[in-house]
Protein backbone atom coordinates (compact mmCIF):
# COMPACT_ATOMS: atom_id res chain seq x y z
CA UNK A 1 0.00 0.00 0.00
CA UNK A 2 1.22 3.42 -0.66
CA UNK A 3 1.59 6.34 1.40
CA UNK A 4 4.20 9.59 2.28
CA UNK A 5 5.46 11.07 5.05
CA UNK A 6 2.69 13.76 5.12
CA UNK A 7 0.33 11.13 5.37
CA UNK A 8 2.34 8.83 8.39
CA UNK A 9 2.91 12.08 10.27
CA UNK A 10 -0.83 13.04 10.23
CA UNK A 11 -1.67 9.78 11.53
CA UNK A 12 1.02 9.96 14.12
CA UNK A 13 2.63 6.80 13.15
CA UNK A 14 5.67 8.31 13.73
CA UNK A 15 6.49 11.53 15.62
CA UNK A 16 9.45 13.00 16.70
CA UNK A 17 11.18 10.71 19.30
CA UNK A 18 8.65 8.65 18.07
CA UNK A 19 6.90 10.13 21.45
CA UNK A 20 3.20 9.47 21.73
CA UNK A 21 3.44 7.64 18.42
CA UNK A 22 1.56 4.60 17.17
CA UNK A 23 4.96 3.09 16.32
CA UNK A 24 6.39 3.44 20.12
CA UNK A 25 2.86 2.20 21.39
CA UNK A 26 3.21 -0.83 19.87
CA UNK A 27 7.06 -1.13 20.34
CA UNK A 28 7.29 -4.39 22.28
CA UNK A 29 11.15 -5.62 20.62
CA UNK A 30 13.53 -6.09 23.23
CA UNK A 31 16.74 -5.44 20.80
CA UNK A 32 18.13 -2.21 18.93
CA UNK A 33 18.02 -4.13 15.72
CA UNK A 34 14.41 -5.82 16.42
CA UNK A 35 13.33 -2.50 16.77
CA UNK A 36 15.13 -0.88 13.79
CA UNK A 37 13.64 -4.20 11.73
CA UNK A 38 10.20 -2.95 13.31
CA UNK A 39 10.24 0.06 11.92
CA UNK A 40 11.26 -1.11 8.30
CA UNK A 41 7.69 -2.90 9.03
CA UNK A 42 6.20 0.06 9.18
CA UNK A 43 8.06 2.03 6.69
CA UNK A 44 6.70 -0.42 3.95
CA UNK A 45 3.58 -1.52 4.16
CA UNK A 46 2.57 -5.10 2.21
CA UNK A 47 1.10 -4.89 -1.18
CA UNK A 48 -0.87 -8.26 -1.33
CA UNK A 49 -3.17 -10.09 0.82
CA UNK A 50 -1.17 -13.26 0.71
CA UNK A 51 1.55 -11.53 2.42
CA UNK A 52 -0.42 -9.85 5.34
CA UNK A 53 -1.87 -13.30 6.32
CA UNK A 54 1.42 -15.19 6.54
CA UNK A 55 2.50 -11.69 8.94
CA UNK A 56 -1.33 -12.85 10.57
CA UNK A 57 -0.45 -16.19 10.79
CA UNK A 58 2.99 -15.72 11.82
CA UNK A 59 2.58 -13.22 14.71
CA UNK A 60 -0.60 -15.66 16.09
CA UNK A 61 2.12 -18.58 16.31
CA UNK A 62 4.12 -16.51 18.23
CA UNK A 63 1.22 -15.27 20.73
CA UNK A 64 -0.29 -18.76 21.32
CA UNK A 65 3.64 -20.15 21.75
CA UNK A 66 4.94 -16.87 23.82
CA UNK A 67 5.94 -19.18 26.58
CA UNK A 68 8.67 -21.19 24.19
CA UNK A 69 10.23 -17.81 23.23
CA UNK A 70 13.51 -17.37 25.08
CA UNK A 71 13.33 -13.82 26.99
CA UNK A 72 16.75 -14.38 28.15
CA UNK A 73 18.12 -12.46 24.85
CA UNK A 74 18.42 -9.16 25.78
CA UNK A 75 19.88 -6.21 23.89
CA UNK A 76 22.82 -6.02 26.17
CA UNK A 77 23.37 -9.97 24.49
CA UNK A 78 23.57 -8.33 21.64
CA UNK A 79 26.15 -5.35 22.24
CA UNK A 80 28.17 -7.82 23.93
CA UNK A 81 28.37 -10.29 20.59
CA UNK A 82 29.10 -6.60 19.10
CA UNK A 83 31.67 -5.66 21.68
CA UNK A 84 33.32 -9.30 21.16
CA UNK A 85 34.27 -8.82 17.60
CA UNK A 86 35.23 -4.91 17.89
CA UNK A 87 37.91 -5.68 20.80
CA UNK A 88 41.43 -5.93 20.61
CA UNK A 89 42.41 -8.80 22.02
CA UNK A 90 45.60 -11.54 22.03
CA UNK A 91 44.88 -14.48 20.23
CA UNK A 92 43.36 -17.41 22.41
CA UNK A 93 45.28 -21.04 21.27
CA UNK A 94 44.25 -22.33 18.30
CA UNK A 95 43.62 -25.93 19.52
CA UNK A 96 43.45 -25.25 23.51
CA UNK A 97 44.50 -28.29 26.20
CA UNK A 98 43.90 -27.63 29.86
CA UNK A 99 47.30 -26.27 29.91
CA UNK A 100 47.39 -24.04 26.95
CA UNK A 101 44.20 -22.35 28.98
CA UNK A 102 45.69 -22.47 32.05
CA UNK A 103 48.56 -20.70 30.50
CA UNK A 104 46.47 -18.16 28.45
CA UNK A 105 44.64 -17.21 31.71
CA UNK A 106 47.81 -16.73 33.48
CA UNK A 107 49.40 -14.69 30.97
CA UNK A 108 46.64 -12.51 29.22
CA UNK A 109 44.15 -12.36 32.40
CA UNK A 110 41.87 -9.26 30.67
CA UNK A 111 41.70 -10.93 27.32
CA UNK A 112 40.54 -14.23 29.21
CA UNK A 113 37.91 -12.16 31.33
CA UNK A 114 36.43 -10.38 28.38
CA UNK A 115 36.47 -13.48 26.47
CA UNK A 116 34.97 -15.49 29.41
CA UNK A 117 32.13 -12.63 29.97
CA UNK A 118 31.43 -12.43 25.97
CA UNK A 119 31.44 -15.69 24.93
CA UNK A 120 28.70 -16.39 27.90
CA UNK A 121 26.36 -14.02 25.72
CA UNK A 122 26.92 -16.07 22.79
CA UNK A 123 26.47 -19.33 24.10
CA UNK A 124 23.26 -17.99 25.31
CA UNK A 125 22.18 -16.27 22.09
CA UNK A 126 22.92 -19.26 20.15
CA UNK A 127 21.50 -21.45 22.57
CA UNK A 128 18.23 -19.64 22.39
CA UNK A 129 17.91 -19.67 18.67
CA UNK A 130 18.04 -23.33 18.62
CA UNK A 131 15.00 -23.46 21.29
CA UNK A 132 13.61 -20.59 19.01
CA UNK A 133 13.86 -23.03 15.60
CA UNK A 134 13.19 -26.46 17.45
CA UNK A 135 10.10 -24.68 18.76
CA UNK A 136 8.83 -23.22 15.48
CA UNK A 137 9.83 -24.71 12.55
CA UNK A 138 7.51 -27.54 11.22
CA UNK A 139 6.06 -27.98 8.43
CA UNK A 140 2.72 -26.16 9.54
CA UNK A 141 4.88 -22.67 9.89
CA UNK A 142 3.88 -19.40 8.10
CA UNK A 143 6.03 -19.00 4.79
CA UNK A 144 7.95 -16.10 6.22
CA UNK A 145 8.83 -16.98 9.39
CA UNK A 146 9.85 -20.40 7.72
CA UNK A 147 11.96 -18.50 5.70
CA UNK A 148 14.34 -16.97 8.24
CA UNK A 149 14.01 -20.10 10.74
CA UNK A 150 15.62 -22.14 7.77
CA UNK A 151 18.44 -19.70 7.54
CA UNK A 152 18.95 -19.96 11.18
CA UNK A 153 19.20 -23.68 10.62
CA UNK A 154 21.45 -23.88 8.67
CA UNK A 155 24.27 -21.41 10.70
CA UNK A 156 23.67 -23.01 13.94
CA UNK A 157 24.25 -26.24 12.66
CA UNK A 158 27.61 -26.46 13.29
CA UNK A 159 29.30 -29.26 15.28
CA UNK A 160 31.06 -26.99 17.08
CA UNK A 161 28.13 -25.87 18.74
CA UNK A 162 26.99 -29.48 19.42
CA UNK A 163 28.20 -29.09 23.26
CA UNK A 164 26.18 -25.88 23.76
CA UNK A 165 22.96 -28.46 22.90
CA UNK A 166 24.64 -30.92 26.25
CA UNK A 167 25.05 -28.15 28.79
CA UNK A 168 22.81 -25.88 30.23
CA UNK A 169 25.17 -22.49 30.33
CA UNK A 170 28.47 -21.38 29.08
CA UNK A 171 29.59 -21.48 33.20
CA UNK A 172 29.05 -25.44 32.81
CA UNK A 173 32.24 -25.00 29.64
CA UNK A 174 35.87 -26.23 31.36
CA UNK A 175 38.22 -23.09 30.30
CA UNK A 176 39.85 -24.89 27.44
CA UNK A 177 36.46 -25.81 25.86
CA UNK A 178 35.32 -21.88 26.47
CA UNK A 179 38.59 -20.87 24.66
CA UNK A 180 37.69 -23.72 21.78
CA UNK A 181 34.44 -22.35 21.12
CA UNK A 182 35.57 -18.39 21.51
CA UNK A 183 38.93 -18.70 18.79
CA UNK A 184 35.69 -20.21 16.50
CA UNK A 185 33.12 -17.38 16.07
CA UNK A 186 35.77 -15.15 16.34
CA UNK A 187 38.25 -16.25 13.17
CA UNK A 188 35.87 -18.46 11.61
CA UNK A 189 32.19 -17.38 12.29
CA UNK A 190 31.72 -13.55 12.21
CA UNK A 191 29.85 -12.86 9.35
CA UNK A 192 27.80 -16.34 10.03
CA UNK A 193 26.89 -14.69 13.54
CA UNK A 194 26.64 -11.02 12.81
CA UNK A 195 24.17 -12.73 9.90
CA UNK A 196 22.55 -14.44 12.86
CA UNK A 197 21.97 -11.42 14.54
CA UNK A 198 20.22 -9.99 11.85
CA UNK A 199 17.78 -13.13 11.45
CA UNK A 200 17.06 -12.71 15.54
CA UNK A 201 16.34 -8.99 15.09
CA UNK A 202 13.65 -10.08 12.05
CA UNK A 203 11.89 -12.53 14.70
CA UNK A 204 12.54 -9.93 18.09
CA UNK A 205 10.06 -7.35 15.47
CA UNK A 206 7.92 -10.20 15.23
CA UNK A 207 7.78 -10.95 18.81
CA UNK A 208 7.28 -7.61 19.50
CA UNK A 209 4.16 -7.18 16.91
CA UNK A 210 2.54 -10.38 18.19
CA UNK A 211 2.70 -8.70 21.69
CA UNK A 212 1.49 -5.56 20.96
CA UNK A 213 -1.77 -7.70 19.66
CA UNK A 214 -2.10 -9.72 22.74
CA UNK A 215 -0.89 -6.97 25.23
CA UNK A 216 -3.46 -4.36 23.64
CA UNK A 217 -6.37 -6.95 22.75
CA UNK A 218 -6.05 -5.59 18.81
CA UNK A 219 -8.28 -7.95 16.52
CA UNK A 220 -7.04 -9.09 13.37
CA UNK A 221 -8.95 -7.73 10.18
CA UNK A 222 -10.20 -9.76 7.63
CA UNK A 223 -8.64 -9.12 3.86
CA UNK A 224 -12.21 -9.34 1.37
CA UNK A 225 -10.67 -10.25 -2.58
CA UNK A 226 -12.51 -7.54 -4.04
CA UNK A 227 -12.04 -5.23 -7.07
CA UNK A 228 -14.15 -2.75 -5.16
CA UNK A 229 -12.94 -1.06 -2.34
CA UNK A 230 -14.52 -2.15 1.02
CA UNK A 231 -14.48 -1.12 4.52
CA UNK A 232 -16.63 -2.16 7.65
CA UNK A 233 -15.40 -2.04 11.08
CA UNK A 234 -17.15 -2.52 14.66
CA UNK A 235 -16.41 -0.82 17.55
CA UNK A 236 -13.27 1.30 15.96
CA UNK A 237 -11.17 3.08 18.35
CA UNK A 238 -7.71 5.07 17.98
CA UNK A 239 -5.77 3.04 19.59
CA UNK A 240 -2.95 6.32 21.05
CA UNK A 241 -5.72 7.43 23.38
CA UNK A 242 -6.33 6.29 27.37
CA UNK A 243 -10.41 6.27 27.03
CA UNK A 244 -11.05 5.69 23.86
CA UNK A 245 -14.96 6.19 22.42
CA UNK A 246 -15.77 3.11 19.76
CA UNK A 247 -17.41 3.66 16.19
CA UNK A 248 -18.79 1.60 13.43
CA UNK A 249 -17.74 2.86 10.28
CA UNK A 250 -18.60 1.50 6.86
CA UNK A 251 -17.64 2.54 3.69
CA UNK A 252 -17.91 0.79 -0.10
CA UNK A 253 -18.54 1.62 -3.87
CA UNK A 254 -22.28 2.38 -3.17
CA UNK A 255 -21.28 4.93 -0.09
CA UNK A 256 -17.89 5.64 -0.65
CA UNK A 257 -17.48 8.90 0.80
CA UNK A 258 -18.11 10.20 4.45
CA UNK A 259 -19.42 14.14 4.73
CA UNK A 260 -18.59 14.41 8.40
CA UNK A 261 -18.86 18.04 10.85
CA UNK A 262 -19.45 18.46 13.74
CA UNK A 263 -18.19 21.23 16.47
CA UNK A 264 -14.47 21.52 17.10
CA UNK A 265 -13.12 19.15 19.74
CA UNK A 266 -16.62 17.27 18.82
CA UNK A 267 -14.19 14.65 17.86
CA UNK A 268 -13.93 14.27 14.13
CA UNK A 269 -10.28 14.72 13.33
CA UNK A 270 -9.44 11.58 16.31
CA UNK A 271 -12.11 9.59 13.78
CA UNK A 272 -10.33 10.34 11.24
CA UNK A 273 -6.65 9.35 12.53
CA UNK A 274 -8.82 5.97 14.04
CA UNK A 275 -9.97 4.78 10.55
CA UNK A 276 -6.29 5.86 8.87
CA UNK A 277 -4.13 4.04 11.40
CA UNK A 278 -5.96 1.19 11.37
CA UNK A 279 -6.11 0.28 7.52
CA UNK A 280 -2.47 1.19 7.69
CA UNK A 281 -2.10 -1.27 10.80
CA UNK A 282 -4.30 -3.70 8.80
CA UNK A 283 -1.71 -3.55 6.05
CA UNK A 284 1.53 -4.29 7.50
CA UNK A 285 -0.61 -7.11 9.35
CA UNK A 286 -0.97 -6.48 12.56
CA UNK A 287 -3.88 -6.41 14.76
CA UNK A 288 -6.08 -3.25 14.80
CA UNK A 289 -8.14 -1.65 17.87
CA UNK A 290 -11.45 -2.69 16.69
CA UNK A 291 -13.94 -5.73 17.37
CA UNK A 292 -13.86 -6.54 13.94
CA UNK A 293 -12.68 -5.25 10.79
CA UNK A 294 -13.49 -6.29 6.75
CA UNK A 295 -11.53 -4.47 4.48
CA UNK A 296 -10.14 -4.75 0.57
CA UNK A 297 -6.76 -4.19 -0.39
CA UNK A 298 -5.97 -0.73 -0.32
CA UNK A 299 -3.38 0.21 -3.32
CA UNK A 300 -2.57 4.01 -0.66
CA UNK A 301 -3.65 5.34 1.66
CA UNK A 302 -3.63 9.64 1.53
CA UNK A 303 -4.52 12.27 4.20
CA UNK A 304 -4.79 15.58 4.30
CA UNK A 305 -4.81 16.94 7.71
CA UNK A 306 -1.56 18.61 9.11
CA UNK A 307 -1.21 21.16 6.75
CA UNK A 308 1.44 23.89 7.21
CA UNK A 309 2.79 26.86 5.36
CA UNK A 310 6.27 27.26 4.32
CA UNK A 311 8.30 30.76 5.56
CA UNK A 312 11.44 29.78 3.74
CA UNK A 313 9.73 29.27 0.12
CA UNK A 314 6.88 31.83 0.82
CA UNK A 315 4.36 29.38 0.69
CA UNK A 316 0.74 30.32 2.38
CA UNK A 317 -0.94 27.63 4.18
CA UNK A 318 -3.40 28.14 1.26
CA UNK A 319 -1.73 27.63 -1.33
CA UNK A 320 0.01 24.35 0.38
CA UNK A 321 -3.61 23.24 0.99
CA UNK A 322 -4.12 23.47 -2.81
CA UNK A 323 -0.66 21.81 -3.28
CA UNK A 324 -2.03 18.89 -1.31
CA UNK A 325 -4.93 18.39 -3.04
CA UNK A 326 -3.78 18.77 -6.14
CA UNK A 327 -1.65 15.79 -5.47
CA UNK A 328 -4.32 13.76 -3.66
CA UNK A 329 -6.37 14.27 -7.47
CA UNK A 330 -3.13 13.20 -9.52
CA UNK A 331 -2.87 9.98 -7.35
CA UNK A 332 -6.26 9.03 -6.67
CA UNK A 333 -7.42 9.48 -10.77
CA UNK A 334 -5.18 6.31 -11.41
CA UNK A 335 -8.45 3.84 -11.14
CA UNK A 336 -6.61 2.35 -8.33
CA UNK A 337 -8.15 1.63 -5.26
CA UNK A 338 -7.47 4.88 -2.64
CA UNK A 339 -8.60 5.57 0.75
CA UNK A 340 -8.40 9.61 1.06
CA UNK A 341 -8.42 11.19 4.48
CA UNK A 342 -9.44 14.62 4.55
CA UNK A 343 -9.50 17.07 7.95
CA UNK A 344 -11.04 20.51 7.68
CA UNK A 345 -10.89 21.44 4.12
CA UNK A 346 -9.57 24.81 2.92
CA UNK A 347 -8.83 26.76 6.29
CA UNK A 348 -6.40 29.24 5.16
CA UNK A 349 -9.34 31.06 3.16
CA UNK A 350 -12.07 33.11 4.42
CA UNK A 351 -15.31 31.35 4.86
CA UNK A 352 -17.43 32.29 1.68
CA UNK A 353 -14.39 31.48 -0.34
CA UNK A 354 -13.58 27.93 1.57
CA UNK A 355 -17.30 27.13 0.77
CA UNK A 356 -16.84 27.67 -3.31
CA UNK A 357 -13.48 25.69 -3.02
CA UNK A 358 -14.79 23.00 -0.69
CA UNK A 359 -17.90 22.38 -3.16
CA UNK A 360 -15.97 22.27 -6.43
CA UNK A 361 -13.18 19.84 -4.47
CA UNK A 362 -15.97 17.63 -3.38
CA UNK A 363 -18.46 17.30 -6.41
CA UNK A 364 -15.06 16.06 -8.35
CA UNK A 365 -14.24 13.46 -5.95
CA UNK A 366 -17.19 11.99 -5.83
CA UNK A 367 -17.18 10.84 -9.34
CA UNK A 368 -13.92 8.44 -8.46
CA UNK A 369 -15.35 5.36 -7.31
CA UNK A 370 -12.56 3.00 -6.91
CA UNK A 371 -11.37 5.42 -3.74
CA UNK A 372 -13.04 5.42 -0.42
CA UNK A 373 -13.02 9.24 1.05
CA UNK A 374 -14.01 10.83 4.79
CA UNK A 375 -13.75 14.58 4.68
CA UNK A 376 -14.62 16.54 7.84
CA UNK A 377 -15.79 20.22 7.70
CA UNK A 378 -17.17 23.06 10.00
CA UNK A 379 -19.05 24.51 6.74
CA UNK A 380 -21.90 22.82 6.79
CA UNK A 381 -23.97 25.10 5.01
CA UNK A 382 -22.32 23.12 2.27
CA UNK A 383 -23.84 19.71 2.87
CA UNK A 384 -26.94 20.81 1.58
CA UNK A 385 -26.46 21.02 -2.15
CA UNK A 386 -24.59 17.77 -2.26
CA UNK A 387 -27.94 15.73 -0.66
CA UNK A 388 -28.65 15.03 -4.00
CA UNK A 389 -25.48 12.42 -4.70
CA UNK A 390 -26.39 8.96 -3.47
CA UNK A 391 -22.78 7.97 -2.76
CA UNK A 392 -22.31 10.36 0.45
CA UNK A 393 -23.09 9.29 3.71
CA UNK A 394 -23.63 12.55 6.09
CA UNK A 395 -22.29 12.15 9.62
CA UNK A 396 -21.71 14.40 12.19
CA UNK A 397 -20.53 14.38 16.25
CA UNK A 398 -23.47 15.84 18.42
CA UNK A 399 -22.69 18.26 21.27
CA UNK A 400 -24.94 19.49 24.05
CA UNK A 401 -25.12 22.36 26.29
CA UNK A 402 -25.73 22.02 29.45
CA UNK A 403 -26.10 25.17 31.65
CA UNK A 404 -23.57 26.24 29.52
CA UNK A 405 -20.98 24.29 29.87
CA UNK A 406 -19.83 21.88 26.80
CA UNK A 407 -20.63 18.41 26.58
CA UNK A 408 -19.08 16.10 23.90
CA UNK A 409 -19.95 12.48 24.02
CA UNK A 410 -18.23 11.89 20.76
CA UNK A 411 -20.84 9.32 19.30
CA UNK A 412 -21.17 9.47 15.28
CA UNK A 413 -25.13 10.01 14.29
CA UNK A 414 -26.48 10.65 10.81
CA UNK A 415 -26.79 13.72 9.31
CA UNK A 416 -25.36 17.11 9.06
CA UNK A 417 -24.35 19.13 12.59
CA UNK A 418 -25.01 23.05 12.71
CA UNK A 419 -23.83 23.32 16.25
CA UNK A 420 -21.53 26.78 16.11
CA UNK A 421 -19.66 26.90 19.79
CA UNK A 422 -16.70 28.92 18.78
CA UNK A 423 -18.50 32.49 20.96
CA UNK A 424 -19.49 29.71 23.61
CA UNK A 425 -15.72 28.22 23.82
CA UNK A 426 -14.62 32.03 24.37
CA UNK A 427 -16.76 32.50 26.79
CA UNK A 428 -16.36 29.40 28.78
CA UNK A 429 -12.80 29.79 28.74
CA UNK A 430 -13.18 33.61 29.98
CA UNK A 431 -11.65 35.22 26.89
CA UNK A 432 -14.93 37.24 26.63
CA UNK A 433 -14.49 38.49 30.49
CA UNK A 434 -10.54 39.12 30.10
CA UNK A 435 -11.77 41.48 26.62
CA UNK A 436 -14.16 43.81 28.77
CA UNK A 437 -11.19 44.11 31.48
CA UNK A 438 -9.11 45.50 29.01
Not at 163 to 191: C, G, P, T, V
Not at 363 to 385: A, C, D, M, P, V
Request: hydrophobic residues 40%; neutral net charge; glycine residues 4%.
Amino acid sequence: METDKTTLHDLSIFNHEDEFSVFDKLNFTRTIGGREKLRQIFNKSLSDIESIKNVQKTLQLIAANKDKWPLLVSNGTVMMIYKFYESSIDEPPTRPTPLTAYFYKLLHGPDFSLIKYSIGHAFDFIKRMQQIVAAFLNDDTPLNLKKVLLKAQVLIERHQFHSISNFEKAADLSNHEMLSFAYYIRYHYKQNFLELVDLYSQLDAWYGMAIAVNELKLSFPVFISSEEPVLKAKELYHILLHEPVAYDVELNQNHNFIFLTGANMAGKSTFIKAVGSAVFLAHIGLGVPAESMKLSLFDGLLSNINVVDNIVKGESYFYNEVQRIKNTILKVNDKRKWLILIDELFKGTNVEDAMKCSTVVIEGLIKIKRSLFILSTHLYQIGENLKGYPNIDFKYFETEVTDGNLIFNYQLKEGVSNDRLGYLILKKEKVIELLEGL
